[in-house]
Structure formats: structure tokens, C-alpha cells
């Protein structure tokens, strides 16, 4: 509805040579309410290729940046 609040809170599960897994959950609160209450939630995986569409590796910066 108009005026609701929706909130997105993330992390990276697990990366891979060239793709990481990220669970997300969605939390609405109502405008006239206090308490958010937990909509939905999903696990996305994304893979990083080329311009011609094959597989990569993901950046350096992704190295250890989560559990296994």
C-alpha cells in the first residue's frame, strides 16, 4: 500500500570461482504500524561472464568475504 515501509536486509552465503549465492529476506511495516512483519525471502544466485556470455571469475575483492 501507499506509505508502507519495505525493507531488504542481505548476505552472501557462499562464493564460488565465478558466482555467489545471497540470501535476501523482505520486511513490511505498515504506515500506521510499529512492528515490521516478514514478507518473504529467497536465495539468488548470481554469476558473473563475459560479454559473450561465458562464465568468469569473480573479482579479487570477493576472496574470503564469507563462509564456504
Known sequence: HVGDEVSLYGRIVKTGRSS?????EAFRR???AEVAVK???ATFTFV???ADGHSRPLPP????????
Open 20 to 24: 555467489m549465492r545471497i540470501f535476501i
Open 30 to 32: 505498515m504506515r500506521d
Open 39 to 41: 514478507v518473504t525471502e
Open 48 to 50: 558473473a561472464v563475459t
Open 61 to 68: 575483492e570477493t576472496e574470503g568475504c564469507c563462509e564456504a
